[in-house]
């Protein structure tokens, strides 16, 4: 039989790796969407009238084989990829959309969830139960479940086209990435650290020239524009830079943005939303466009005045420099990287010893038990990979799941950290416990040396860390709305909030000590660091929030027929400082165009980082940032509680209030307006 399809008799149930091969996938996937699509009509079909159990209950059991197989073989995609899982992932998203529309789509399926709305109040549900029945009608309804005939066939048409133009956008911005370089003579060099420089000889010879060769490849221009003295070439690199998808001819992406927004502003009123922001805010805890500007200008106005003082020190330390004019966006990185060296000198090498892999992990969980009562217990697992280490989660004598920690790089694995699944907690016939898995790209030390991180990489482990103890809390009835199963725009609450406690006292003079001689971090070197992360944050504010109002304005009412010319008004209107460039300009703005993602959403970073500090903030105030009172509330009102409530409900739960922005100010080292 398929080891994928078996009920797994392992330890913990973990799915058996070392049984499964990747020939093993695409029948697995087969018969489980099978399954799964029979017991959907089969629901659908049913004669007997709607019940929440007949329906809801019964679609919740309905693709339980399919969320195995998938579980296993995205953990596999994300981290442990090769040539055949690739194929089949090309081959699968077609084949999972199609079911899932079909669903969506099932005229007499939405009729029973639709009847059950209407006579809820009848039903008797408890709380959690016309939760997920509101959720599950709001996903139908958003689908186009209510759509017919033409309305039906035009909402297919407008998908299918956006899915070919965001494509066609990523792809054009990548080709002018691509196209622009420019070759260095040694006397360019002047200036430059090492290890850039070794990256431009790496760029040339993996394009077979001699020499270096600048890029705009992100980890090349950033630095060149930090490091070079030469302003004359900061200048024309920069220039490239945000010129990306705005070159003119074949890879030009100013007609292709005004075509998105257009279909975006039709796909949302045949859907009955007056614009394309009404519709992707309606589930997020934000709610409305209004929320949104309102939180995004109450930063905006404070960053803005940091900003511009900045600004005046930078066009100073220019002048002692001899270089008359303004201060111009190529300019300001360079000039911030003189003023962090003279201001925050802070040698890596120094930093890096004192930050061991396995004392940052034991930090983590110690943190975890401090607030939250529970133990990690190292398990031999059969794993996907030597380097996935697991532990037993417990509280008390309670099994509350498994933790596998997955922390190299390595070739077969996609770049960047993230929390996912292997099994979701529910209760529904019979409790299950989750297991949560957290993939990093940490570099792996060479055989015999201590694994050590910076200060970034400890940061990541805390927020994967604290993904993983939003599934390994969980306590709800449903998968549906288990873990963290939430809104986009609080999903990193827990995560971010996470990332505080190392930066306390308390945990950095506990775990961060030398790997060799064993001391404990020098108080003055912690404070320095912790300092060091608020350097220059007026501009990193900034170039982020233009982008975020930017692309709010853009869904939010009548779609622009010029988008250029809606950015450079909504730039005027909000007082964008002349050295400061936009993080994303619209031509190359992948986060709301190369997909539907971050569309009316890249504002949710910030909305996130209001709440964390706003969250631990809560803390602080009871002078104990191990609380008990405090990390009660947290764990019953957010972290154990999914999706089972309204998240702006989760949060006054935990906190009494709405979040406001003054602790993000006071973390971001912004004063108040
Ligand atoms: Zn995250």
């Known amino acids: 039989m398929n080891p994928l399809l078996e009920d797994w008799k392992t330890p913990f149930g973990l799915p058996p790796f070392s049984r499964i091969a990747d020939g093993d996938f695409a029948p697995a996937f087969e018969a489980a969407i099978a399954e799964a699509r029979d017991k959907v009509n089969a629901i659908a079909a049913d004669p007997a009238p709607p ?4 329906t809801i209950e019964a679609l919740e059991r309905s693709d339980r084989a399919l969320g195995r197989v998938a579980a296993v073989f995205f953990g596999l995609a994300g981290a442990d990829t090769n040539d055949a899982l690739e194929a089949l992932q090309r081959d699968l998203s077609p084949k999972l959309a199609a079911h899932r529309a079909g669903t969506m789509l099932n005229a007499p399926l939405f009729a029973r969830v639709d009847g059950l709305i209407a006579g809820k109040d009848g039903l008797g549900l408890t709380p959690e139960q016309e939760r997920v029945l509101f959720l599950y009608h709001r996903m139908f309804v958003r689908a186009g479940a209510r759509l017919e005939g033409d309305g039906r066939a035009r909402l297919k048409a407008i998908l299918e086209r956006l899915a070919s133009l965001t494509t066609t956008f990523g792809q054009n911005v990548l080709a002018d990435e691509r196209t622009w370089k420019l070759s260095l003579s040694p006397a360019d060099l002047e200036g430059l650290p090492p290890d850039l420089v070794a990256a431009m000889a790496e760029a040339a010879a993996s394009r077979a ?4 060769l600048l890029t705009l490849s992100r980890s090349i221009v950033v630095p060149f524009l930090q490091f070079s003295p030469r302003r004359d070439l900061r200048e024309a690199a920069f220039k490239a830079w945000v010129a990306r998808g705005e070159n003119g001819g074949a890879t030009d992406n100013r007609a292709i943005v005004a075509e998105i927004l257009a279909l975006r502003g039709e796909q949302a009123r045949l859907l009955g939303y007056p614009d394309f922001a009404s519709f992707k805010l309606e589930p997020q805890m934000a709610r409305t466009p209004e929320a949104v500007r309102d939180l995004l200008m109450a930063v905006w106005t404070p960053a803005r005045a940091q900003a511009e003082a900045d600004a005046a020190r930078l066009a100073e330390m220019m002048r002692t420099d001899g270089v008359n004019g303004p201060l111009e966006p190529w300019d300001w990185r360079y000039y911030a990287a003189k003023r962090e060296a003279a201001e925050h000198d802070l040698d890596q090498a120094v930093l890096k010893p004192y930050l061991g892999l396995d004392t940052i992990v034991a930090a983590a969980f110690d943190v975890a038990g401090r607030l939250f009562g529970l133990t990690f217990h190292p398990i031999e697992a059969d794993l996907y990979h030597p380097d996935a280490r697991a532990w037993e ?3 008390g004598d309670r099994h509350m799941g498994l933790f596998v920690g997955d922390y190299f790089a390595r070739a077969s694995k996609r770049s960047g950290a993230w929390c996912t699944t292997l099994r979701d907690q529910r209760a529904l016939d019979g409790e299950v416990r989750p297991i949560a898995v957290n993939v990093c790209n940490f570099a792996k030390a ?12 400890a940061h990541t482990l805390f927020h994967e860390m604290g993904h993983a103890l939003h599934v390994l809390l969980s306590e709800v009835t449903y998968d549906f709305i288990s873990g963290t199963s939430v809104a986009r725009d609080f999903v990193e609450l827990p995560s971010q909030l996470y990332e505080h406690w190392l930066e306390t006292p308390e945990v950095l003079e506990t ?3 030398h790997a060799v001689t064993g001391a404990p971090m020098p108080r003055e070197l912690m404070d320095r660091l912790i300092a060091a992360r608020n350097f220059d944050m007026g501009f990193a504010t900034v170039e982020y929030l233009s982008s975020a109002l930017v692309d ?7 779609p622009p027929a010029d988008p250029m010319a809606a950015q450079a008004a909504t730039l005027a209107r909000v007082g964008m400082p002349d050295a400061i460039a936009m993080r994303h300009a619209t031509p190359h703005f992948q986060h709301v165009f190369a997909g539907e993602g971050y569309s009316a959403g890249y504002y949710s970073y910030m909305w996130s980082e209001v709440m964390d500090a706003d969250a631990f903030a809560a803390f602080r105030e009871t002078g104990d940032v191990f609380d008990p009172a405090t990390a009660g509330r947290l764990a019953a009102e957010i972290l154990s509680a999914g999706g089972s409530r309204d ?8 906190r009494g209030r709405m979040p406001g922005v003054e602790a993000l100010l006071e973390q971001r080292g912004l004063k108040a307006a």
Request: proline share 7%; charged share 25%.
């Open 51 to 54: 019940t929440f159990a007949n």
């Open 209 to 212: 020239r001699p020499g270096h």
């Open 393 to 395: 989660v417990r509280r």
């Open 446 to 457: 060479p055989a015999g040396e201590p694994n050590l991180l910076t200060f970034d990489d």
């Open 511 to 513: 775990h961060a000590r």
């Open 552 to 558: 709010l304005d853009f869904h939010v009412g009548a």
């Open 647 to 654: 998240e702006a409900e989760l949060y006054r739960a935990f």
